[in-house]
């Protein structure tokens, strides 16, 4: 099918007409999923990590294998002759391997079951939507593991490395996913269900004489393949690496048996749909060494392999210093930090691994490794990594090189088209110098990392693909370097599969074996119904075989939207779809709103992706004076309920404004200021909720509530009280204590000051002072967490002085109020400016609220402000603390950080820990996920399901298993959340230092729960 260059819609209504009667046959025939033909699951399933954009019809999310076999069943049905389906798994293809305009369907939203796990004989059973991490950490607990290890094992899924026959670090000791798959149970264009393994002839024999089906079509294609089988040989390159496109070597064995579960492994779903997979797992390494060899140039450290490879390891990977250099915003620099810049004169790198099942053996590689460097004679550093949260973060690095690659600045970014190129190791060097010659020709940038064992190198060019210029290169450069590849005997696609590049088989493979994968592809789909257009047609048509400049590219999209706003909503644009946001680890910040969901709208692609159309819709129909004309703010959604917008709107609903993808993505995509700033523009249009308001307004009213707190709470909890709560969408609110955190502190003789008066405190008392900037919801709804920092500060002789309580606007921010929230900034800032000149430290307490001031008050005020509160952790850190015994010297405290903390400063974990230890106390860090509360978003009526179901995946197992006096959280938030869901109170860690430095030996919330039961009784549900 050729994809052709459609217009683009202004407005993407639902699916075709041709599709809806499909869908309506679907559902009579029992189909248990969820369809979907909106706009918004269309545009979000209409992107992977390529440069294309394809929109699909229809998007099907199947619940099991029994309802992928009745899309096919259906789809065979005479009416549907038209029907084509295309699987897809979790939408990390490099080159469109899942992106098409038939109908899509995915398996990453429910079929992700791990069915069955056999140690004893070294198999399991799953569903094709099982990430691989998952299953990882699964066979963990057996000592197994799955070996095939890609950069995106987070969120691949097994079909989908199925599907491109996938590998990565490691292969040339592992190979590849076929390696691996025994059987598959799939459906097939025909109707037919069947199960594909390994059959040797006389199964075949036998089989065929049954009617077998499955051995009839082993049979047949073994007939077809024979008299090729020594050209096979000769042409399909010896390299552990992908060759997607029907397995011809290793599917077919000279004594007549036949891998049929081969030929579908790298079929990239274009011979049929898979419901299950049974693969072989093996013993997990138990000794494993990561040596770091640093070069001065990168041709140094790509000769160096072949002496390197002499050692034996299991992985050597390359990575050069462009993207060293941008690894040093990574959230993970921090720890290997001293391995790079220990060696400053190292500008690129060899991660060299060894892996063993002992420790004498991994030594004998490690002085083999020696012998090695010493002859080579190339290296200039050479670190051996001892911890392994050291060498599994250096892995992380490299796993994420291809994002850090996309932060870099500018228009044009780094793309994949010939980004998985691979040729015989031996050929690796000659063949960089000719590609790297090629592209600095073009004056182009690139970063270049990967697998230099098995000559797979990636690069990306940085291109502009709004600019019709830099597109149009697309196709030079690939064709330029076909021919380099096919003279170093390589390959276009060394490990991502093919996708749209198929148009470059025939230049591989010759007319003859062209032909052959003809014949494989007209025996399973003669009709040309599975992922057409990608590898080749059934009858061998090469003119129905997509071309790389013939699928709409995602910069023609882009091109629409004014530049203007490309610049102003950058962070949107700049998203590449390489999906770490769909992280489906509950312990990972990222992204609370698609793990609870398994929803891509509601991921942070999913929300980029989104605006972008709605930038681009924007741009076509109106600008905002426009629009402003035709609309005013009292208008409700119902009237105009085709705009675009409201799709938008409700993606950024579900979103919880934890910020994780403000760092964890690899390109900041911030999703919260995006939406930030869209309410802002959607609310010009339609009415805002009076809900939003109250919100917004939270922070100036906390200090009235908290004088009438005794009503004001009593009022929340009357049936009148809660019947309007409700009404206005809040399933609960929290209590406010007329006895606030400001008010004991004052009582405890703490100077509470205005910016002018603090600045002109008298030189002795100055020396001494350290300034606090109160938040409303420590100091009005858990008190005794401002009056224990200011004990803690007296305990360290320093004298506390609390800045007035003033609204910091993080509501006002999260609701769109951008006007308002800027004004406030702009007081805060001017304040700070004011303090800062006392040259004394300024700390904030919750950890959301103290780092907005150094994230989006910058973005707001005029003029740069560089004063800004420090975290706690990060301030008391630096003090030289006592040593001291007391009664809680006994307790194991353990510790649960804020998700915005731990991913906005990923020291938190290590600075409490050090603290801690430092005073005499023995404390745990939990790094897990967000606890589902993030400000109001867990009080809201339609989230409540999602924030109890965040807690219990995340929390509740860490919270519930250690004592409740032993229990500590950063965030007002998460204390909140446990009161409400584990019915007891956690600490800050303040208070607990506090008590401990301070002359009590027992501070008093650690006798008990919860020393404040009504804010319990309130807020529970
Ligand atoms: C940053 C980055 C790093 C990467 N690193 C690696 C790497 O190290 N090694 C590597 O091999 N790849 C790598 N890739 C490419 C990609 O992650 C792999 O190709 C991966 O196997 C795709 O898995 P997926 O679940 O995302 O599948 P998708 O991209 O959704 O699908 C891949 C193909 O499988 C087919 N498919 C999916 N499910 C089924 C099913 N149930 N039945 C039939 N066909 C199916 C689809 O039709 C499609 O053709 C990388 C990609 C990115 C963005
Ligand atoms: S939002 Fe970030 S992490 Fe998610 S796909 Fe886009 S760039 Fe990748
Ligand atoms: S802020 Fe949190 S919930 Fe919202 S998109 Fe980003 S990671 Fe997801």
Request: a neutral charge; aromatic letters at 6%.
């Amino acid at each position: 099918m050729l994809l052709g260059k459609e217009t683009i819609p202004k407005s993407l209504a639902g699916a075709p007409a041709a599709h809806a009667a499909f869908v309506e046959a679907l559902r009579d025939a029992g189909f248990q999923g969820e369809i979907a033909d909106d706009a918004a699951t269309r545009i979000t399933f209409a992107t992977d990590n390529s440069i294309y954009q394809v929109l699909p019809p229809v998007v099907l999310f199947p619940r099991d294998g029994a309802d992928i076999h009745r899309i096919v069943e259906v789809s065979v049905r005479e009416a549907f002759a038209g029907i084509a389906l295309t699987a897809r798994g979790g939408g990390t293809g490099t080159n469109g391997q899942s992106l098409a305009t038939t109908i899509v369907v995915d398996t990453s939203r429910h079929m992700n079951r791990i069915l069955d796990v056999d140690p004893a004989s070294g198999r399991v059973t799953v569903e094709p939507g099982v990430v691989l991490a998952q299953l990882n950490q699964r066979l963990a607990a057996d000592g197994l593991f799955f070996p095939p290890m890609i950069s995106t094992a987070t969120r691949a899924t097994l079909g989908g490395m199925i599907g491109t026959d996938a590998c990565g670090k490691g292969s040339r000791r592992y190979g590849r996913t076929h390696d691996y798959v025994e059987s598959l149970e799939v459906s097939l264009a025909s109707g037919e269900a069947l199960t594909l393994q390994s059959l040797d002839a006389n199964a075949i024999e036998r089989g065929v004489a049954a009617g077998d089906p499955a051995a009839q079509l082993a049979h047949e294609l073994r007939a077809a393949v024979a008299p090729y089988r020594d050209l096979v040989t000769q042409t399909f390159p010896d390299m552990p690496r992908s060759l997607t496109g029907y397995n011809l070597r290793d599917a077919f064995d000279d004594d007549g048996s036949v891998h049929l579960q081969r030929l579908f492994t790298g079929a990239e779903g274009t011979l049929g749909l898979i419901r299950q997979a049974t693969l072989r797992v093996i013993p997990k390494p138990t000794a494993r060494r990561l040596a770091v060899i640093g070069y001065t140039t990168f041709e140094a450290a790509l000769a160096d392999a072949r002496a390197l490879l002499t050692t034996e390891p299991s992985a050597i990977e390359t990575i050069d210093d462009r993207i060293l250099a941008l690894a040093q915003q990574d959230p993970g620099w921090h720890r290997v930090r001293h391995v790079i810049e220990g060696a400053p004169q190292a500008r690129v790198i060899n991660l060299v691994e060894y892996e063993e099942a002992s420790e004498s053996e991994v030594a004998t590689r490690i002085n083999g490794l020696d012998a090695a460097l010493e002859s080579s004679g190339r290296a200039v550093s050479d670190y051996r990594v001892d911890d392994a949260t050291v060498a599994a973060e250096l892995w992380a690095i490299r796993a994420r090189s291809v994002g850090l690659l996309a932060r870099q600045p500018g228009a044009r970014k780094p793309i994949p088209f010939i980004e998985d190129t691979v040729v015989p190791p031996d050929q690796l060097p000659e063949y960089i110098a000719e590609l790297r010659a090629l592209l600095d020709g073009y004056g182009i940038e690139y970063g270049m990392f990967g697998h230099v064992d098995v000559g797979c190198l990636h690069v990306r060019p940085a291109l502009d693909m709004t600019d019709a210029a830099d597109a149009a290169l697309i196709r030079e450069i690939t064709d330029k370097v076909v021919v380099l590849l096919k003279r170093h005997r390589g390959l276009l696609w060394g490990e991502h599969g093919k996708g749209f590049r198929g148009e470059y088989t025939r230049d591989f493979f010759g007319e003859t074996l062209y032909s052959l994968l003809t014949t494989v592809k007209r025996r399973f789909d003669p009709h040309n119904r599975m992922n057409p257009g990608k590898i080749v047609a059934p009858d061998g048509d090469p003119m129905r075989i997509d071309r790389i400049d013939a699928v709409p590219l995602r910069g023609e999209h882009d091109r629409q939207i004014d530049p203007a706003q490309r610049d102003r909503w950058s962070k949107a644009i700049d998203c590449n779809g390489n999906g770490v946001c769909f992280d489906w680890d509950a312990r990972q910040a990222i992204c609370p709103s698609y793990k609870i969901t398994r929803d891509r709208i509601h991921s942070p692609k999913g929300r980029a992706g989104l605006v972008r159309e709605w930038l681009r819709q924007g741009a076509a129909d109106a600008n905002e004076t426009a629009v402003a004309a035709t609309c005013t703010p009292r208008r409700r959604r119902a009237a105009v309920p085709t705009d675009f917008s409201h799709a938008v709107y409700d993606a950024m609903q579900g979103c919880l404004a934890c910020k994780a993808c403000a760092t964890q993505c690899p390109v900041h995509v911030d999703i919260p200021d995006q939406r930030s700033r869209f309410l802002e523009v959607y609310h010009r249009r339609y009415r805002r909720p009076l809900r939003d308001r109250l919100a917004g307004a939270l922070e100036h009213l906390a200090p009235v509530a908290a004088e009438l707190a005794p009503l004001v709470n009593a009022w929340l909890a009357s049936r009148p009280g809660r019947a309007l709560t409700h009404r206005l969408g809040f399933a609960d609110l929290p209590a406010f204590y007329r006895d606030h955190g400001l008010r004991r502190a004052r009582r405890a003789g703490v100077r509470v000051l205005d910016g002018t008066s603090a600045a002109c405190l008298p030189g002795e008392v100055r020396q001494r002072v350290v300034f606090i900037t109160p938040d409303a919801f420590t100091t009005y709804f858990d008190p005794s967490v401002l009056p224990a920092l200011c004990r803690l500060l007296e305990a360290l002789a320093l004298t506390p002085v609390i800045l007035s309580y003033k609204p910091s606007g993080k509501a006002l921010h999260v609701h769109g109020f951008r006007r308002a929230f800027a004004k406030l900034a702009q007081a805060h800032a001017w304040r700070l400016e004011a303090i800062a000149a006392s040259r004394r430290p300024i700390v904030g307490i919750d950890p959301s609220t103290a780092l907005m001031y150094g994230d989006e008050y910058p973005r707001s005020v005029a003029g740069d402000i560089w004063s800004r509160p420090q975290l706690l952790s990060t301030w008391l850190a630096t003090l030289s603390l006592p040593q001291r015994r007391s009664a809680l010297s006994q307790r194991q405290f353990r510790l649960i950080l804020h998700c915005t903390e731990r991913t906005a400063n990923p020291a938190a974990a290590d600075e409490w820990r050090e603290i801690f230890e430092r005073v005499g106390l023995s404390l745990d860090v939990v790094e897990t996920g967000c606890c589902g509360m993030a400000g109001i978003y867990g009080h809201q009526s339609e989230h409540l399901a999602h924030s109890r179901g965040l807690y219990d995946m995340a929390w509740r197992d860490a919270v519930e298993a250690v004592p409740a006096q032993n229990l500590l959280a950063t965030g007002y938030s998460c204390r909140s959340q446990i009161a409400r869901q584990s019915d007891r109170r956690a600490a800050h860690p303040v208070e607990v230092l506090a008590a401990h430095l301070s002359a009590n030996d027992e501070h008093e919330n650690t006798k008990g729960v919860a020393r404040d039961p009504e804010i319990i009784s309130t807020a529970r549900t």
